[in-house]
């Protein structure tokens, strides 16, 4: 099978789902709309119904625990779905989106901490790790820290310009494979034992916590966690349908065939680096708005989620779920995490063996993941 550009994709290659036709124009099916329609609706006005409505004592009740798991999850979903645009679609498999979702949270983290003025413990405009380090005055970098509107511009500035420099060297030098994956995976090592000093103004190895409020409105009250948690929601549907345009415009199909043969993709004229360096920018900011959205929700950013393991997981989440399907990267965040909740309590010590038991698993006998099963049986029921 050819795709548009005329390139073949090679017959070795993992099953993938066929390449949509290009004169479809609808982004969904109807069945597919059916499906986003529900979930707005489960996000949206049964979750809030269900937490701030129906009393506690209900067996319907939603928990707050619940929903800053939920929350939290979410999060990870718009990772892995940035991970799905660049690994599943374009074929470059990135272990450095940890790097662009902490710089994220760091950006909003710097916001959270002008925000608490003077109720720190110190009772000074600084934050308290700042006064305790002896600092007289702010550094230059939160210059624009006590702006929401700068923050919100920053959150997807500054993972965007570190993405998009790197990668302009990166492919322009063609480093590709393994090797790609190494040096992501080094500069997000890097880019922690930085944070980690106390010199460089954020917070060291304690990060920032002990958040008070946003945009003057408490953190803690159940109003704006259920704010932040029907915001994050919107957030990930909407960058599904963002993520599911990319693929199925001409964009797309060329980044696929990137992912199948860049050597005739440059052949029949394109420049794939023009297309990878555009897919690896936006799949960056995404990574930094989930973590904008994060940290008011856990209530801490600190450089441990610059650790490579993290962006190790990401990847994990998008080969459980099924690469090159959108949703199923999405899937497998709720999967793998779900799991991961629930084992560190009640079998933490069993956890890390459970999460590559099930990599291996899926490696060896699921190389489309859950989706890819499902979609299987379903051809198979028919």
Known sequence: MKTETGVAAPAESVPRPALELPGRSALLSRAGWSAFVIAVLLVCVLAPLLNLVVPEGSALHLSDYAVALLGKIMCYAILALAMDLIWGYTGILSLGHGLFFALGGYVMGMYLMRQIGREGNYKSDLPDFMVFLDWKELPWHWALSDSF???LVLVLLVPGLIAFVFGYFAFRS?????????????????????????ETGFGGNNGFTDFKRILGIAIA????????????????LGFFL???????????????????????????GYSPVGYKL???????????????????QVGIINPSEMSPANSIEI???????GRASLIGPIVGA???????SWLTVAYPEFWLYFLGALFIAVTLFLPNGIVGLARRWKRGGQ
Request: proline share 2%.
């Open 174 to 198: 063609r480093i590709k494979g393994v090797y790609f994956s190494i040096i992501t995976q080094a500069m997000t090592f890097a880019a922690m034992l930085l944070f980690f000093r106390n």
């Open 149 to 151: 509107v700068a923050t």
């Open 334 to 340: 709720f999967v793998v995490n779900g799991a991961k």
């Open 221 to 236: 009250t159940p109003g704006m966690r259920m704010f932040l948690f029907v915001l994050t929601g919107c957030t990930l």
């Open 315 to 321: 990847a994990i989440w998008a080969a459980v779920g």
């Open 278 to 296: 555009a897919i690896w920018t936006i799949s960056a900011m995404m990574c930094g708005v989930a973590g904008a959205l994060y940290v008011p």
């Open 242 to 268: 963002l993520a599911r345009a990319l693929v199925r415009a001409k964009f797309g199909r060329v980044l696929q065939a990137i992912r199948d043969g860049e050597s005739r993709v440059m052949f029949c």
